[in-house]
């Protein structure tokens, strides 16, 4: 399984970017999912997760601008960020918790999209 994402970019302050991946396939089905970044210095951190099941999980600070969301029967995972700070200047990569066999779940990472956000 290979997970490709996309949609990074440079956008100015306050503006909006998408992020999607997708898995290229999956035998078995995906757990969860989500969107991680590493931004320049600092370690990689979870920005927010979701479950097949659809529950989400956000870091504190982009509640209320960033929304995760996902389609299970194409095994995509989307980011929707609004309201971008300087600080949302990161790496971001996207996770997938995928089930290979009843008994065994692998995470498996994508390539990771850059995301600048600056005047």
């Known amino acids: 399984v290979q997970l490709q994402a996309s949609g990074g ?3 100015q302050p306050g503006g909006s970017l998408r992020l ?3 898995a290229s396939e999956t035998s078995l089905g995906i757990n969860s999912m989500g969107w991680y970044r590493r931004a ?3 370690q990689r ?3 927010a997760s ?6 989400t999980n956000y870091a504190d ?3 209320d601008r960033f929304t995760i969301s996902r389609d299970n029967a194409k095994n995509t995972v989307s980011l929707q960020m609004n309201s971008l700070e300087p600080e949302d200047t990161a790496v971001y990569y996207c996770n997938a918790a995928v089930v290979v066999d009843p008994y065994t779940v692998v995470g498996v990472w994508g390539q990771g999209t850059e995301v600048t956000v600056s005047s």
């Open 9 to 11: 970019g440079l956008v």
């Open 20 to 22: 999607s991946c997708a």
């Open 40 to 42: 320049p210095g600092k």
């Open 45 to 47: 951190e979870l920005v």
């Open 50 to 55: 979701i479950t097949f099941g659809g529950s």
């Open 61 to 63: 600070s982009v509640k």
